[in-house]
């Protein structure tokens, strides 16, 4: 079984930093799309970043270009979403997802995510 577990997320003010990290088991890592999805009251979920863990390949959304940073560390089965200049528009609760047929590119719509966190609250104020 596959399993997704989010942490880092709290309160930060805004400027601040976070880091989350998203730990995955159950499966075989590599060669999986992940991806950090948002949401925030009265909004659907939004993709953040993805990235292809066999190669490494990263997708950022317009709205956290410059200011988030997706990475991975295999020897962990994890990855990483460092946010700095936190804003309160980036106030919501995070989640890793899984995607498990992508390769090279990986899909936006959650819809393409089969497996999911239970996802870390940020909150910045």
């Known amino acids: 079984h596959v399993q997704l577990v989010e942490s880092g997320g709290g309160s930060v003010q805004t400027g601040g930093s976070l880091r989350l990290s998203c730990q995955v088991s159950g499966y075989l890592y590599g060669g999986n799309c992940l991806g950090w999805f948002r949401q925030a009251p009265g909004k659907e979920r939004e993709v953040v970043a993805t990235v292809y863990t066999g190669i490494g390949n990263t997708y950022y959304a317009d709205s956290v270009k410059g200011h988030f940073a997706i990475s991975q560390d295999t020897d962990k089965k994890a990855i990483y979403l460092q946010m700095n200049s936190l804003e309160p528009d980036d106030t919501a609760k995070y989640y890793c997802?899984?995607?498990?047929?992508?390769?090279?590119?990986?899909?936006?719509?959650?819809?393409?995510?089969?497996?999911w966190g239970q996802g870390t609250q940020v909150t910045v104020s």
């Open positions: 997802a899984r995607n498990s047929y992508a390769t090279g590119s990986c899909p936006l719509g959650q819809s393409s995510y089969d497996y």
